[in-house]
Structure formats: structure tokens, C-alpha cells
């Protein structure tokens, strides 16, 4: 005999805890097997299927995420389980993407991602504050399940605080564990019941020290490649600067696009040498410079326009804002991008690329000490004595994009790296073919869809 027994609750949520479901499903495989003995005897009982669900009509959904890109993620993920589980209620930390979605915001991102150290202590009694509002709204609506992505400073306190509460924690997108505070990699044992992992190497490294980690693939590896024609982007973001003639744009030349960052402390760090090597390269290309949502344009162009390009003999090359990263790096000919999610965006694009960031001297010395690799994730030291990272190279498990860090991230030296990458030689040829090869691996699957498996790992947990 074959058949199924569903054994179903419809309002698991009100009269039992947490404790009582997990003895109601014990019993119901308890009298179910006892049932399946009774009538269908010992020796079919292997044909038989047992489904057991437990639904929760309203499920009350904790997400927490602090940055640009975990908003944009968990404004993914709310808006396919409002499709899915129509009746669920969202809370907790995201910016105003995620609230669009549907979260109902206890704390505002924007209000506590503080990058750096003298910018958190300042902050520091507010962001206090704001985490004890988390704390005790978890305490308060003790949610079915949480959804942490990222924010990895925030969120692993948070997990504490849900374990203690039995509540089952998902963790999306993962913190970089692999490369330095390899000894949070318990917390992460200890708190979290399923981490869902964007990078290849990231799911062996977990699952070999013990965690339900899944490699479910990049979110940006699924989308589509920019449909707007060059003329058309020409004419939409370049043309006659009024403010400042000197770099009206030329739309025939070679595009090069230059992404010095997100956060200002990166873009002041690196805008100054990216432009002077864009001088050095002479008047035969014209620049598009992405500026990211988290940075006032109008500050950004007075420091392009105002404080860089003075010093420099600037030669009759445009430059222009746009406020589009994958776009610039579409239609780019070749492109400079600061390390960070940005060379992500560089390789699922194809773009050829060079790698470079510059901290200060103590910063870079106390990281070069502090980084060490897993067996998981090969990786080759240059020589200079200095790992990559690029997330590009250690996704590709060699260097296929130049990387120039601190000193010898120098204009001269980054003209060299790029000027190759400019013409039809043999170099940009060999990067685009590896470039292509190392995106294949950001999904376990050609048809994978990131989110929708974050989502599908939701409602098992549920």
C-alpha cells in the first residue's frame, strides 16, 4: 500500500509555544506509526509516506539588515514571501527599501550604520539606544523567525538574544569569517541554524567547522545585463558640463568609468589618485564616475570639480556623474574599481577591471597581519608579501584582476595596469574569457535564483 497521512494544524500559533508544537509533531509520529502498524501491518509500513505540517497562518517575521545592499536584499525577500505567505507580518532593522516592501521598521538603517571608529564612538549612545529598541521589540513580539543579512557588528548580538528565545535564525550573506575574526566563526555555531552563502568557497568552509551552511549564489549574478543602448546613455547622462566647459563630454571616445567607493572616508581616500591617473592617460577617453546613494552628489562634485581637478593638468576629457554603477561599467571600455561589492558588479557585468584601495599605513599593516585564508580558499601572495582582496580573485582561486593597495596603488602605477585593458591586446582578452569563467561560479546553478531559495529555506524553517 502506498499513501500519505497529513496530520495539520491550522492555528498552531495561538494555543501552543514553541515547546508544545515540537511534542504535538513527537506524538502525531508516535500515533501515526502506531496507526500505519495497526492497519497497514508491519511489512508495508516502508511504502507509506508520513507528511506532517504545521502551519502558522500569521507568521511574525524579524529581518534585520544595516547597509545599502542588505536593504536592497531584504526588500527582495519580503516582497516573495508577502507573495507566499500573504498574512505575514514583517519587523525589525532595514532601510527604506525594505520598508517600501512591507517591513515595519522599529529602527531605521540609516540611523546606525556608522562606518569607522570615531564615527561610532560619537554615535555610540544613540546606536545603544536603538539596539536595546530591537532587543525589546524581539523580547516583546518574540517573532517566528528572523532573517539577519549581514551586519555582521549588530546581528550577532541580536542572535543571542533569539536564541535565547528559541526563535529559529536564518543568516544571508555571510561575514567575511574566512578572512579575519575567525573567532566569532562560534557565535555563528552557536546562533544561527541555517546560513545561506553568496560565494562558493564559503559553504565548505562552514560546513567543514560544523554550521547548515548552503551555497544558494550571488543576487547580483541573476540580473540582467543594462538594455540602454550607448547613444541612448550618451544622450540620457553626458553632454555640455555649463558649470565647468573645460570637461564636456565627447561621446565617441572611450568611456572609462571610475568607482572610488561608497563611503566618503573611501572616496576621499581614493577619488585623488584615481583622477590623476586619468590625467596622466591624456585626452583621448572621457570618465563616468558612479556616486553612490549614500553620498551627497552635490558634495561629491564640489570635491571633484572644486578641490581635485585644480591641481591637476587636466586635459579635454569629460567627466560625469551618474548615479547608476552597473550602467558606467556596462558601457565602460575598461574600469577602476575601489575593493568592495563594487568588483562584484564589475565581474557579473564583464567589464574589464584593476582592483585598488588605499587606508592608512597602520590600518593596512594591522590587516595584512590579521588576514589568513582556509584551506577552502586558495590564494597566492604578490610580491610585496600582500593576499588578495579582490572578491573577484578569490572567487577565480588566482589573480585574474590586477590589485594595487596602498603604496603601490599610485597613478603611474595604475595607468600601467590599465592602458592594457584599453586596447584589443592579449591581456584584455585573457581577463574578459576569465572574467566570464569566474562569474559562472557565483550561482550553484545556471537557473538558480538566490532570493526565491533564502525564501524556500524560510518556509522550511517555518
Known sequence: MK???????????????????????????????????????????????????????????????????????????????????????????????????????????????????????????????????????????????????????????????????GVPVLWFVSPQLWAWKRRRLRWVQQRVDRMMVIFPFEEAFYRARGVDAEFVGHPLARMGMPTSKREQYAVANMGANPDHPETSSHPHRPWVALLPGSRWKEVTANLPIMLEAAALLGAGYDFLIPVASTIDKARFSDLVFKAILPRLRWPKSSITLVSDAREALFHARASVVASGTATVQALTVGNPFVVVYRVSALTFAVAKRMIRYPAEIPAERDADGNLPVGMVNLIAGRRIVPELLNERFTAGNLVAALRPLLEDTPERGRMMADLADTRAKLLPHPDSDPIQRVCDAVEELL
Open 3 to 165: 499513501g500519505s497521512l497529513a496530520i495539520v494544524h491550522p492555528k498552531a500559533r495561538e494555543p501552543f509555544s514553541s515547546r508544545a508544537i515540537k511534542l504535538f509533531v513527537l506524538t502525531a509520529i508516535v500515533l501515526s506509526e502506531r496507526l500505519y502498524r495497526t492497519y497497514v501491518g508491519p511489512g508495508q509500513i516502508r511504502d507509506a509516506k508520513l507528511i506532517l505540517i504545521v502551519t502558522i497562518p500569521n507568521p511574525r517575521i524579524f529581518l534585520s539588515a544595516g547597509e545599502a545592499s542588505g536593504d536592497h536584499y531584504g526588500a527582495e525577500i519580503i516582497a516573495e514571501l508577502r507573495a507566499r505567505l500573504p498574512s505575514a507580518n514583517f519587523i525589525g532593522l532595514g532601510g527604506i527599501g525594505m520598508e517600501r516592501a512591507g517591513l515595519d521598521r522599529i529602527v531605521r538603517a540609516e540611523d546606525v550604520a556608522h562606518m569607522g571608529l570615531t564615527e561610532v564612538i560619537r554615535h555610540a549612545p544613540y546606536i545603544h539606544s536603538q539596539y536595546r529598541r530591537l532587543v525589546a521589540a524581539i523580547k516583546r513580539d518574540k517573532p517566528d523567525l528572523a532573517i539577519l543579512i549581514d551586519f555582521p557588528d549588530v546581528n550577532f548580538r541580536l542572535a543571542m538574544h533569539l536564541r535565547r528565545l
